[in-house]
């Protein structure tokens, strides 16, 4: 039995029977019967076709705090999708059992659905977010950029029905992706990985630049985005490479932007490394702070940050979690009610 089909977007023919994926920034060149480098599309009769589309391996209702979106309807439910697979292969995937499930079970790419994806189409996936009472749908644990489709088209059925759309993503999109989907895409948090092309090259495969690019044009977009780094010690816990991307936020993304900076524990293929020091962590937070950064959070340290969020002129809390709970929202019409200094994020 071989995985649905569904035609993809963002592509284009190529020389002898070829195409070309504009989906992400591989812009894989598939042969005939072959797979992109994420193993889910495949050139079907030089037609590209994605094998993913509704092919549901993880669905969840979580907080939205957990995304993590600390600015974006705090203290929401957002419903919780992925497909199987990744345009990355990062050795410290936290979720790598349905990241890398093509790569993992078949080398020949996504040939057989696995017996734990359900499908699940679009109308279904907005009914179930609207049963659960979740004000938005995250596109995450995996990679939605591979899940294009399924997400584009659940995204437009979703804001008909008064539904914001989030991604949680690597940030390898091209740039006609991002033009394709801002439409639709009320906020995206995205794993700014480290600020090396080397690392991104040998760890995750990938680049850097294509990341920052892609940042610069969501928020150019108009799309609400925040910034996740998650901290590995000996890849990207340097002090000069931490201050980098603060500085590159702070300047090209705006200091507006939040940084979450998560703490590292070992899983995939660096199970022995260890978890990142708290100290690393409060390090990289002076260093956003001096970079000039408004808002910056400590993550998968529950009870030992400060997660609150914080007038950036008085200081006074407005909005106070632990976790992934928020206890009280102090705003009022988006603003702090001391100083009427705007919060900036999306709260309506």
């Known amino acids: 039995m071989t995985a649905d089909l569904h035609d993809a977007m963002l592509w284009e023919p190529a020389d002898g029977g070829a195409v070309r994926c504009d989906l ?18 495949q050139n079907v009769d030089g037609v590209l076709k994605t094998l993913t589309y509704g092919q549901l391996c993880a669905t969840h209702v979580d907080p939205i705090e957990k995304k993590p979106l600390f ?15 990744c345009n990355f292969r990062c050795s410290f995937c936290q979720n790598w059992r349905i990241s890398q499930q093509p790569r993992e079970d078949d080398d020949d790419g996504l040939s057989t659905p696995s017996r734990q994806n359900q499908f699940v189409p679009p109308e279904q996936i907005v009914q179930l977010a609207r049963r ?40 390898f999109m091209t740039a006609e992706a991002v ?10 948090n995205v794993d700014l990985k480290c600020f090396s092309d080397e690392t991104y090259k040998n760890v995750c495969g990938g680049r850097l630049q294509p990341v920052l690019d892609c940042l610069e044009n969501l928020v150019r977009a108009g799309v609400w985005v925040e910034v996740t780094t998650l901290v590995v010690p000996g890849m990207n816990d340097s002090e000069a490479e931490l201050r980098r991307i603060a500085e590159f936020i702070a300047t090209r993304l705006g200091a507006h932007v939040p940084w979450h900076v998560s703490r590292f524990h070992g899983d995939y293929k660096q199970r022995t490394t260890p978890a990142t ?36 002129r008085c200081r006074e809390v407005l909005i106070d979690r632990m976790g992934f709970s928020v206890q009280h929202v102090h705003l009022q019409n988006g603003a702090c009610p001391k100083c009427d200094t705007p919060l900036e994020g999306v709260w309506e």
């Open 179 to 188: 033009e394709t989907v801002a439409p639709v895409l009320d906020a995206i």
């Open 71 to 85: 600015h974006f309807l705090p203290g929401s439910l957002s419903l919780s999708i992925a497909t199987p697979g």
């Open 277 to 312: 020091p708290l100290s690393t962590l409060q390090t990289a937070c002076r260093l956003g702070a001096e970079a000039g950064l408004k808002y910056i959070y400590s993550g998968n340290v529950p009870g030992e940050a400060d997660e609150r969020t914080y007038c950036a």
């Open 132 to 171: 659960n009472g979740c004000q938005s749908i995250s596109y995450t644990y995996t990679e939605p950029t591979i899940f294009f489709e399924l997400a584009y088209d659940t995204a437009h059925l979703a804001h008909e029905q008064g539904i914001k759309n989030c991604f949680v993503s690597n940030g």
């Open 24 to 41: 992400c920034a591989h812009r894989c060149r598939i042969a005939e019967g072959k797979f992109g480098s994420c193993r889910v599309r």
